[in-house]
């Protein structure tokens, strides 16, 4: 096996279902922290350790990356999830696409760069605790002031080494409609909070964004994902809740979009944020983008942007709205499912796009 197989098998070994992050943290600050790199730690909270590692001067790359996994589900798995198991060009175990894979890849593509030679461009490598939750990890880094400014941001999250260009913004919402309870019997006692809540989901299915869909990103949606109310049958509920899930595109202005969706659901109900994270996207004729494609990235193709949202939406701002690229080597149809795999040599070729994409950015 080549080191960053062995490296990735070692991660998976790393139990870090929703936490224990620290554990997967520690063997890569020192890998860093040997190559020459300036490794600071992010305590999130206990056990769970995020890395901001710094090489070179100047206006760095970032490389990103996330360290927890998803639980495991409930059906058994044939291979078991935290031995990294290899079949052939597979390895397999929770986290080994998403995203344990890519880390590994960033982690000794940055090595391989900081020990090249002379007058290479400057590095920063985030790796986050807390992402698969609403990058929980990336904003208290942010909050902290442990990320800089960026030319350049790559997310190794799993693209199968597609150069994917952005992804869309998800605004998760809270729809809280309160009554009073009374005796079901007696429901003239009594303020249905259920009836209200009702309504407003009503008005949010057939809520108007108001603006074209974006060429690549598409158009933005909504979606009513869960809906709770009442304690008991024979009781008018006081409390019913609903949540939301936006998805957006680059222009759109989350502020506004909650207010209009509030004046949209009137006045029986208010509005909890739970997630906000704007969507991204970057041309397609960036250098960066040119980059990693002449380094061997594939192409986006006719769906250039990812599905799912990244530690990007919150990383942009501090760092200084460089241009993302979204290009890692697990299989995003793999991405939290039973027997999750990745491909071995995409692992292999990760780490070459990276390195020779670093090599051919001017310092």
Avoid at 37 to 49: I, N
Avoid at 120 to 128: C, D, H
Wanted: with cysteine; aromatic share 4%; net charge negative.
């Amino acid at each position: 096996m080549t080191d960053v197989v062995e490296l990735t098998r070692e991660l998976i070994r790393i139990d870090s279902v929703g936490g224990g992050e620290a554990a997967v943290a520690e063997p890569l600050a020192r890998r860093l922290e040997a190559a020459g790199f300036e490794v600071r730690a992010h305590a999130y909270a206990p056990g769970r350790t995020g890395v901001v590692a710094r090489w070179g001067t100047g206006v760095p790359v970032t490389l990103t990356g996330h360290l927890d996994t998803v639980p495991l589900g409930g059906q058994d798995w044939t291979y078991g999830p935290h031995a990294a198991e290899v079949d052939g060009d597979r390895l397999y175990g929770r986290g080994s696409s998403d995203m344990k894979a890519g880390v590994a890849a960033l982690v000794v593509a940055a090595e391989r760069h900081a020990r090249g030679p002379a007058h290479r461009t400057a590095l920063e490598i985030v790796l986050t605790v807390g992402e698969e939750t609403g990058c929980e990890g990336a904003i208290d880094m942010i909050a902290q002031g442990l990320v800089g400014r960026s030319r350049g941001l790559l997310v190794a999250e799993p693209t199968a080494n597609r150069a994917l260009l952005g992804h869309k913004g998800a605004l998760w919402l809270k729809v809280i409609a309160q009554g009073r309870t009374a005796h079901g019997s007696m429901p003239h006692l009594g303020d249905n909070a259920v009836y209200k809540l009702a309504r407003a989901v009503g008005a949010v299915e057939h809520f108007d964004f108001g603006l074209p869909a974006h060429p690549w990103l598409g158009a933005p949606s909504v979606n009513v994902g869960t809906v709770h109310g009442g304690i008991n049958v024979n009781s008018v509920p006081d409390l019913a809740e609903a949540t939301v899930d936006m998805r957006t595109v680059t222009g759109q202005d989350h502020a506004e979009l909650r207010e209009r969706l509030r004046k949209e659901l009137g006045g029986e109900t208010s509005l909890e944020v739970l997630t906000d994270l704007p969507a991204v996207w970057t041309d397609p004729d960036d250098p960066f983008v040119r980059a990693l494609l002449a380094a061997g990235a594939s192409p986006p193709g006719d769906h250039p942007a990812a599905s799912y949202f990244t530690d990007a939406s919150v990383l942009t701002t501090a760092c200084g709205a460089p241009p993302i690229v979204i290009c890692g080597p697990g299989e995003p149809e793999q991405a939290h499912v039973t027997d999750e795999y990745c491909e071995i040599p995409r692992i292999e070729k990760a780490v070459e796009i990276y390195a020779g994409a670093l090599a051919l950015l001017a310092p």
